[in-house]
């Protein structure tokens, strides 16, 4: 029952070192995402695919990129880290579809990263 | 563009007790719904509750119910019977699935400590 499972776990980089954040879930849903959340602030998203094949920006994407490799993986890359994505990454994932089930969001544990 | 403000940085409330939680938002749309998600130490997002905004039922599941005044855009949660394991931040969220996808909008969240 694993639902969204996000590695690393926590991750300490370098300013302009690059790294990718993998992201798979085992629901079969269409949608998935990735917000970061910083201190005293909600979730911010950051990119979501709305299905397999198609990415869009969400509110905060500069300095991101990512792929939606197959229905069950969506990775986020950092090319050149900077101090300012200090953050937790979080990836969910919605069913998609119209109703209120398959448009609620669920998260991984997170993923902390430092940008030193 | 929406928004979704809780007016409470923080809360206490002693065990076996009642606490309300607030949220207010602000949106044009008329078909959305709203979540509450509590985050614990342990930093997983966990969905607590939901509610469609075209249903005038308030939602309930176990000891959380909330209060959806729609006319004037509220969304609180209310937690009966407080254990010390709903210690956590809760964050109220917006979905417009009337908008593009992946519109969960969250507010800035509520710490809420349960003392024994």
């Known amino acids: 029952n694993a639902g969204v499972t996000q590695t690393p776990k926590f991750q300490v980089l370098k300013t302009g070192q690059s790294m990718t954040l993998q992201c798979a879930q085992d629901?079969?849903?269409?949608?998935m995402y990735w917000y970061r959340q910083d201190p005293g602030m909600g979730l911010r998203l950051i990119y979501y695919?709305?299905?397999?094949?198609?990415?869009d920006k969400g509110e905060v994407p500069n300095g991101y990129n990512v792929s939606r490799l197959n229905k069950r993986e969506f990775s986020l890359r950092l090319e050149s880290a900077a101090p300012s994505q200090t953050s937790v990454y979080f990836c969910?994932?919605?069913?998609?579809?119209?109703?209120?089930?398959?448009?609620?969001?669920?998260f991984g544990e997170g993923s902390w990263l430092t940008v030193v | 563009a929406q928004t979704v403000t809780q007016s409470q940085p923080e809360m206490s409330v002693q065990e076996a007790e009642t606490v309300t939680l607030s949220c207010t938002y602000d949106?044009?749309?008329?078909?959305?719904?709203l979540f509450w998600y509590k985050q614990p130490p342990s930093r997983q997002m966990i969905l607590v509750i939901r509610?469609?905004?075209?249903?005038?039922q308030n939602a309930t599941e176990n000891r959380f119910s909330v209060n959806f005044q729609k006319a004037a855009k509220s969304f609180s949660l209310k937690i009966s019977d407080s254990q010390l394991g709903d210690t956590a931040m809760y964050f109220c969220?917006?979905?417009?699935?009337?908008?593009?996808?992946?519109?969960?909008?969250f507010g800035k969240g509520t710490k809420l400590s349960v003392k024994p």
């Open positions: 949106t044009s749309e008329s078909n959305y719904y």
């Open positions: 509610q469609e905004a075209y249903k005038q």
């Open positions: 969220a917006f979905f417009n699935y009337g908008g593009s996808q992946g519109n969960l909008i």
């Open positions: 969910a994932s919605s069913e998609g579809t119209g109703s209120i089930s398959g448009n609620t969001i669920y």
């Open positions: 629901m079969n849903h269409n949608s």
């Open positions: 695919s709305a299905s397999e094949g198609t990415t």
